[in-house]
């Protein structure tokens, strides 16, 4: 069974960096997407960054340049930096792996970024 835990949350000011962590366990097919959404209170949860096991990534544009995704594929681990963060950045984040049509979640870590 698929198991993912985040790691990497806390409350930072603003300007200041976090970086999230993800540890994936189970069988995972080697092709897949792994990736970071957010849920702020009051609002849909939205993509924040994805990386392709190949290497493709895709971010949300009110990131780019400031969050990097990267990922170990030997580990099973996928990572968030994320810099000069904003109130606006304050969520619960939530690690996914998509696998073909199926999708697995963690149970999300927060980031409250104060301003």
């Known amino acids: 069974q698929v198991q993912l835990v985040e790691s990497g949350g806390g409350l930072v000011e603003a300007g200041g960096s976090l970086r999230l962590s993800c540890a994936a366990s189970?069988?995972?097919?080697?092709?897949?997407?792994m990736g970071w959404y957010r849920q702020a209170p009051g609002k849909q949860r939205e993509l924040v960054a994805r990386?392709?096991?190949?290497?493709?990534?895709n971010y949300v544009d009110s990131v780019k340049g400031r969050f990097t995704i990267s990922r170990d594929n030997a580990k099973k681990m996928v990572y968030l930096q994320m810099n000069s963060l904003k109130p606006e950045d304050t969520a619960v984040y939530y690690c996914?792996?998509?696998?073909?049509?199926?999708?697995?979640w963690g149970k999300g870590t927060l980031v409250t970024v104060s301003s």
């Open positions: 996914n792996l998509n696998v073909g049509l199926r999708d697995y």
């Open positions: 189970g069988s995972i097919f080697s092709i897949n997407v």
């Open positions: 990386m392709h096991s190949g290497g493709d990534t």
